[in-house]
Structures are given as C-alpha cells and as structure tokens.
C-alpha cells in the first residue's frame, strides 16, 4: 500500500486526549511523557545492544582467526553492511504505513529470536592455510549474529519515523533521537571492556545479551501501540515541519531540505563515507604503525559516537562554526607528520591524530545534521549514511590491503573529508581554476622539498626544518576558505612525503594482506636485516656472511629461551619441538643437528619471507630438520601426535600483541596433551604494555603445570641484542626441581583471586601495566 497524504485522522485536543473513548495503557502511551519514556530507553536499549555485540563478537571469533586488524576491520565492514540493509528495510517497509510496518517488524523479532543465543555456532573452523578467510568469517558472522543485529540495525530510524507521526510536540524534528541512540552506543561500548568483560564469561555474556535483546522486543511491543493511539500515527507521511528547522551558526543558514536534490544525496554519502574510513584507517595506523596498545580501538570508536552525539543534539556541546576552525589547527600538524615520517609511539604523537581525527568526524557529521531533511526524508536519509559507512569500510577492508602496502588509507580520508568543508566567501570560475592550478605547482614543491630532506640530515638543520615546517602550515591555513584548494593542497603533503621514501628507504620487502603489515628492512649501520609486522621486530638476522646464522635479538646466547634450548638438547639429542610464530626463522639455529623443529605459522607471507635465501637464510642453513605448518597455531596443533614435543614454544605476535586465545586453560591443556612427561613449554611475553606472567600463572595450574618466569636484560652495547621476558610451564618433577634451582627463574605467584583465562573469559584491563 502507497502512503496517503490526503487522508485525515482526529487529532488530539489535548496532550492524552482523543476523539473516541478509551481507557488502560493505550490512553497512557498517548501522553509526551509516556512516549519519551518508551521511545527513548528503546533507542537506548538497541543501541546499546549493537556495540555490547560488536566487541563480543570479536571476543568470540578470537580463538579462531586470532586479533589481526583486518578481522576487526572485516567484522566492522559486515556490520556497517547489516545497518545499511537494515536502513534499507525499514525505509521501504514504511511505504506500507508505519502501522503495517510495525507489524511487519514485530514478526521480524519473533523469528530472529531462533538466532539466540548469539554466537552459539559449532564445528565452523576457518579453511586451513587461507591467506583470504574473509568469506569465511562473514558466512560465521552471519549465522552468529546475523539476525538479531539487522533486527537492531532498522529500528533507530523506524521508530523515528514512527515518533514523527505522533502527537508529540517535537515530532517534527525527531532528529534528537539520534544523539539518544549514540549516548547508547557509546554506554554500550565502554561498558564492554570495563563491566561486561570482567564479570561475565562469553557464554553468560551472549545469554544476558540474548535475554536483554528479548526485552528490547517486549518494549518494542509498546512502541507499536502508540501508533494505535496517536493523531499523526495514520499510515501517511509525516507533516513538514511548520517552521525551518534551527540553523546552526554555520554561514550561509541552512535550512531543512523539503526536496533533497541528487548533488545533495550525493554529499550526504560523502559526509558519512569519510569518517567511517577515517575511523577505520585510523584504528589500523595507530596500532599498526604506532603503538598495539590494548583497547586502544576503543577510542577512535567513541569518538565517533561522541561526534554524532553533539552534531544531532538539541544544544551542540562544540558548535559547528568552532569545529569548521579548530579542525586544520590540528589536522595540519598531524598531516605534517607523514610527510617528515614523525611516527613515534608518544602519548603527544597519539593524541594528535584523535584530536585531528575527532574534529574532523565532526565537521562531517555536522554537516549533515546542518543540511539534514525534514522528518518525511528521515529514513532515506539514514539510508544514505549508511550506504556512506558501508563504501567507506569497503574500501579500507577490501580496497586498501590490495593497493597499499602502508597504511595510506588514513591520511587519504583525511584529505577526502577536507575537500567536503562548506565554501566560504565568493566564487568565480578563476577562483575554481586556481583551485587545480595551485596544489599542483604545490605538490612538485613539496616533492623537491622531501627528497632533499630524506638525505642526511644533520641536527644543524633541524631549527630550519622546523621553521620551513611552519611556513608550510602557515601557507595551507590560507586557503581553509577553499575547501578543493585546502584538500588538494594536504593532499600534495601527503603523497609527497609517501612517494620520495619510497626510493629513499632501504626496505626491501614490503607486503599487506589479512593478517598485516610485514616489512623487512636493512640497518646497513648494524649491519642487520629485520622483519617487521607493523611496529614490532619480529625477528633479524646479521648480514655479515660468518655470523649470519648467529640468534641475535629475543634468542640471543643466555637469554631464556637459549637456556631452555640448552636443557632440551642436553636431555633429548634428537628431540621434537614445535614453535608457534615463525617470524626470520631465527629460533632454527638454536636446534642443534639431530633434532626435528615444526613452526606453526597463521600468514603465509611470514613463509614466504622465511624461505626466501634473499632474504633470511636460516631455514636454509640452520642445522636441524625443519617444517612449516601453515594455520592457527592451536588449531593445527590439534591434528598433532599426543604427548609428541620435548619442548613447545610460543613465540606467535600479532605486532606486539600475543593472541589472547593462545594464553586461555583450553590452550594450555592442549599444549600439555602434546608434551611429553618431562616436556616443556616456554612463552615470549615480552610486550610493552601488557603484564602475562602472572595470567600464565594462574592459567598453569589448570593444565596440571607449574609456571617460572625470567626478566632478561641484554647487552646494552649489542645492538642486536634485545631485552625479553619469558615464562615456562612445566609438569611437576625433575624439571621443576631443577627450575626452582635455578636463581635466573622464579616461580609465578599469580595475585589472590586472579581468575584464570579462559576461551570464555578474559580480563585485558588487569593485564595492563599502568
């Protein structure tokens, strides 16, 4: 059925008063208040549900595909694609009249609730050896939570379109409504890491989830029924508003858009495109390229949040004029940065591009609250930001990895999101012919200017470097007026400071794909060839040919895991070892001849690397039998012989964070099925900001171990040399005597009351060293 704008109801003569008698809980939910009191915990509720689920999600995927970026970033695109679809249903269900449709949406939630719990799927292991499981896991995320998250997805916008159409005084603009549902998002996202996960297993998380999502459908119930007692609620459109919608102080006033044009439907997807990939790019550069801080996603994520919250708020807390100027005060400088290649892990250097990265969420979506329509365009217009999210993480999960061995998706959005900045002041064709004319005289500049830069570079010259620095700054806050000029202008900064290290680099092999960045890099001072995943060395190896197959960093001769190579030897000459991580290869040359080493390795670029001569030569010419076992650690670990391995090490980072799945009593269990009696297991728990010995240690105890410990510092005048902190578990015995003898290690005595990691609990906040 068409809507029908010709057909007349009753209206209210006043607030809980209708034409025809009635009574009970319908005459109720006609009052304003009522209607707050059910719409607005309803929004709330399902807002909060989607990012309780997001996070959850990821939590249980883990143990199978591990904590790569792309898998959060694949499961943020199949979200962002389950809110587009359910824009899309609840903007076309409306041509049946909001009553049909709220019909039609209760039966939805009826069915999805066969879906629950959420998650609740068995025997799904992703394809063994896949460089791409990204099908994979969006058929996972699918059956997971599939249903229920679309169920969530259509209701913000439906049930503001259904609040438009009731007799509530601000149902002309319900525009409000949107800050309410973020202020949901954003509880539900913090509330994750800081209640959720401390106090509830993943089981007893996707069961309270499950039944909170049940009571989301009762509530939705009452929502419905006030469309049964409401003037406006008849199956027709909603009445424009009587007066402009309030402009912001934004020159020249916008107004509400009765007909949106083509061009403006168009920016509307652009508004929304740039901040999702920017929130993407930006999660990806700043633990990939920065720091792998724990939880460190977390805040791009609420930022985002916050953003929507102030634009669509009644009152914005940071106007929209103030966002437009204080957004290049800060997304200059971070812009600067790419272009000196200024990427330090410091607190200021972070700081910068989330404040950069805010603003500039801000003004975007402060121009769409500024040119949004009125309440008859509100779920197209939804629909359209959400089409607008969904490009954007497209293209950072499938676009980026396959043309960009970096992460210049980030700083691309950025300049993408300065080219949608409102014109301010007259336009003339010179005007706009300047605008192309400019940034490219500009970007030749810059490109000379870099690469005499690149060379040495003295500290003589660093007070003129800064100074040239400002002035270029200076000269791009000039055209913030021009929004192509001031965009095309960052842009030139940008590819110039990416393209002259290019040729000026001594990276010889670079590679992006699912589960990274792996760059391999020469030091010709050191005279050390190293592999990188993101920030984190993962391993080297020395060019100079009569020392080429000496360990050096983590393993080199009296670090912990040396000594405990030693052991093995000493007691099992023709020992069996599996390693988790394969990294250069360098823990081959700490086997001696006779033994038998299996790496287990996730990414197949790490293979590729390793077994490239031209690169690293240790599995070619490292003494013991070697196999390489492409997969989860844990997972193919599975297939292997019982109580089969001398010596089990985890040596598996993804950049500097050790996969949490890997760390669980499942896992310890399963390594001691594999050892054998007087076995042992040793981790690499070195890591800048996470504490894991005393996890392990109240991990042991459940797979009938006992945990050591061993802080290493290397020589500080060996520049191969790295410090390392290491735990070991072993059966209770010999070598658990002979390790309690030994003053270099020390029994772990996990803290009273530590709960052990499970595959169904994990606590990271009381793993982080503050």
């Given at each position: 059925m068409s809507l029908q704008p010709g057909r007349e109801h009753r209206l209210a003569g006043a607030p809980g008063h209708t034409g025809r008698a009635s009574s009970g809980l319908l005459a109720t939910l006609s009052q304003p208040a009522a209607l707050l009191a059910v719409y607005v915990p309803l929004l709330f509720l399902s807002a909060l549900l989607m990012f309780w689920v997001e996070p959850l999600i990821g939590k249980l995927i883990l143990p199978l595909l591990g904590g790569t970026p792309m898998v959060w970033t694949t499961c943020m695109v199949f979200f962002q694609a389950m809110l587009l679809a359910g824009y899309g249903y609840a903007h076309l269900t409306l041509r049946l009249g909001v009553r049909r449709q709220a019909m039609l949406h209760l039966v939805v939630v009826a069915l999805s609730i066969v879906a629950l719990p959420i998650g609740s799927i068995a025997g799904w292991v992703p394809p063994t050896g896949s460089t791409d499981p990204r099908p994979w896991l969006l058929g996972w995320l699918i059956v997971a939570v599939g249903a229920p998250f679309f169920v969530l997805a259509a209701t913000a916008p439906m049930l503001q379109a259904w609040f438009a159409r009731t007799d509530h005084p601000d149902a002309r603009d319900p525009y409000f409504l949107?800050?309410?549902?973020?202020?949901?998002?954003?509880?539900?996202?913090?509330?994750?890491?800081?209640?959720?996960?401390?106090?509830?297993?993943?089981?007893?998380?996707?069961?309270?989830?499950?039944?909170?999502?049940?009571?989301?459908?009762?509530?939705?119930?009452?929502?419905a029924?006030?469309?049964?007692?409401?003037?406006?609620?008849?199956?027709r459109p909603a009445p424009a508003p009587a007066a402009a919608v309030a402009a912001t102080e934004t020159a020249p006033p916008a107004t509400a858009t009765h007909l949106p044009t083509l061009a403006l439907r168009l920016r509307w997807v652009l508004l929304a495109l740039a901040p999702s990939s920017l929130l993407?790019?930006?999660?990806t550069f700043v633990t990939t390229d920065i720091a792998a801080v724990p939880l460190l996603w977390i805040i791009p994520l609420a930022a985002y949040l916050i953003t929507f919250m102030i634009a669509f708020a009644k009152r914005p807390l940071i106007g929209h004029r103030v966002?437009?100027?204080?957004?290049?005060?800060?997304?200059?400088?971070?812009?600067?940065?790419?272009?000196?290649?200024?990427?330090?892990?410091?607190?200021?250097?972070?700081a910068l591009h989330f404040c950069a990265f805010f603003l500039t969420a801000l003004v975007c979506h402060g121009e769409l609250a500024r040119t949004r329509p009125d309440s008859r365009h509100l779920t197209e217009f939804y629909l359209l930001l959400s089409l607008g999210g969904v490009l954007g993480g497209l293209f950072n999960a499938l676009v980026a990895p396959m043309v960009f061995t970096t992460t210049l998706e980030y700083p691309l959005a950025m300049t993408a999101a300065l080219l949608l900045r409102p014109l301010s002041g007259a336009d003339s064709g010179r005007a706009r012919l300047l605008d192309l004319i400019?940034?490219?005289?500009?970007?030749?500049?810059?490109?000379?200017?870099?690469?005499?830069?690149?060379?040495?570079?003295t500290e003589d010259d660093l007070a003129l470097l800064s100074t040239i620095s400002l002035v270029l700054a200076l000269a791009c806050f000039v055209t913030i007026g021009r929004p192509i000029r001031?965009?095309?202008?960052?842009?030139?900064?940008?590819?110039?400071?990416?393209?002259?290290?290019?040729?000026?680099?001594?990276?010889?092999?670079a590679n992006r794909n699912f589960y990274g960045i792996l760059r391999v890099v020469d030091d010709t001072d050191d005279q050390m060839r190293t592999i990188y995943h993101g920030t984190t060395q993962h391993g080297a190896q020395l060019l100079t040919p009569s020392l080429r197959l000496k360990p050096i960093t983590y393993y080199v001769e009296g670090s912990p895991i040396a000594q405990v190579f030693e052991d093995v030897a000493r007691r099992h000459p023709d020992g069996n070892i599996a390693v988790l991580g394969l990294?250069?290869?360098?823990?081959?040359?700490?086997?001696?001849?006779?033994?038998?080493?299996?790496?287990?390795?996730?990414?197949?670029?790490?293979?590729?690397?390793?077994?490239?001569?031209?690169?690293f030569t240790f599995l070619k010419d490292c003494p013991p039998k070697l196999d390489v076992v492409l997969g989860d650690g844990r997972l193919t670990m599975a297939r292997a012989p019982a109580n089969g391995y001398d010596l089990i090490v985890l040596d598996a980072f993804t950049s500097d964070a050790v996969p949490m799945h890997l760390l669980t009593s499942e896992a310890a269990r399963l390594y001691r099925a594999k050892l054998k009696d007087d076995g042992v297991i040793i981790f690499n728990v070195s890591n800048r900001y996470l504490d894991l010995a005393p996890v392990l240690g109240a991990v042991a105890p459940t797979a009938g171990m006992v945990a050591f410990t061993q802080d290493f510092d290397s020589d500080p005048n060996d520049p191969a040399a790295n410090d390392s902190s290491w735990v070991v578990m072993v059966p209770a015995g010999a070598v658990e005597a002979r390790l309690e003898a030994d003053k270099r290690w020390k029994r772990v005595t996990p803290p009273a009351g530590l709960r052990p990691w499970t595959d169904g609990f994990s606590n990271l906040l009381s793993a982080i060293q503050w």
């Open positions: 949107y800050a309410t549902s973020n202020a949901g998002s954003l509880i539900g996202l913090l509330g994750f890491p800081a209640l959720a996960e401390p106090l509830l297993t993943l089981p007893e998380q996707s069961w309270a989830w499950s039944g909170t999502y049940i009571a989301f459908g009762l509530l939705l119930v009452l929502a029924l006030t469309l049964r007692r409401n003037g406006r609620a008849a199956d993407l790019g930006l999660t966002a437009l100027i204080a957004q290049p005060v800060v997304v200059v400088p971070a812009l600067l940065l790419f272009f000196w290649g200024l990427n330090e892990a410091t607190w200021w250097v972070m400019v940034p490219a005289g500009w970007f030749v500049a810059m490109l000379l200017f870099a690469r005499v830069t690149q060379k040495d570079v001031f965009g095309l202008m960052m842009s030139a900064i940008v590819a110039a400071g990416w393209i002259v290290p290019q040729f000026t680099e001594n990276v010889i092999f990294g250069a290869g360098t823990l081959a040359c700490l086997a001696k001849k006779g033994e038998h080493v299996t790496f287990y390795e996730i990414d197949p670029a790490v293979e590729t690397v390793a077994r490239d001569p031209k690169l």
